[in-house]
């Protein structure tokens, strides 16, 4: 079950309803408890931040987050060295522009206060 699903029994529950008919729970049901209904919409907010996380991510470059290793450094010199530019290091190499100032800065081969 992923995020989007979840948050699709969930949000019902914190409102006192059934998730698949929408029918309210009875009064003196364990969901309408108010440490239950507080307890559930803690999680809708919880699994909210984790569908924004995730959503955000799905829109980043593929290597995000993938540590360095030399190879991809290496590639990286050769092509700033041949005069590629910055976005297109991006594209290339599946990362975000300041990630690549960033290692660029860090192999020495920009300097920091350039743009």
Do not use: C
């Not at 907010?45 to 984790?50: D, S």
């Not at 300041?98 to 920091?112: E, I, Q, T, Y």
């Amino acid at each position: 079950m992923d995020v989007k699903e979840a948050l699709t029994i969930v949000r019902p529950l914190a409102e006192g309803l059934h998730p698949q008919t929408g029918k309210a729970y009875p009064d003196d049901s364990p969901i309408q408890q108010a440490s239950v209904v507080r307890a559930l919409q803690v999680a809708v907010t919880a699994l909210e931040a984790e569908q924004e996380r995730v959503e955000r991510r799905s829109r980043m470059p593929s290597n995000t987050g993938v540590p360095w290793d030399q190879g991809e450094d290496a590639r990286l010199g050769k092509a700033f060295d041949e005069g590629r530019n910055i976005e297109q290091l991006a594209k290339a190499h599946g990362r975000t522009v300041g990630a690549m100032r960033a290692r660029l800065v860090k192999l020495g081969r920009m300097d920091p206060t350039a743009r």
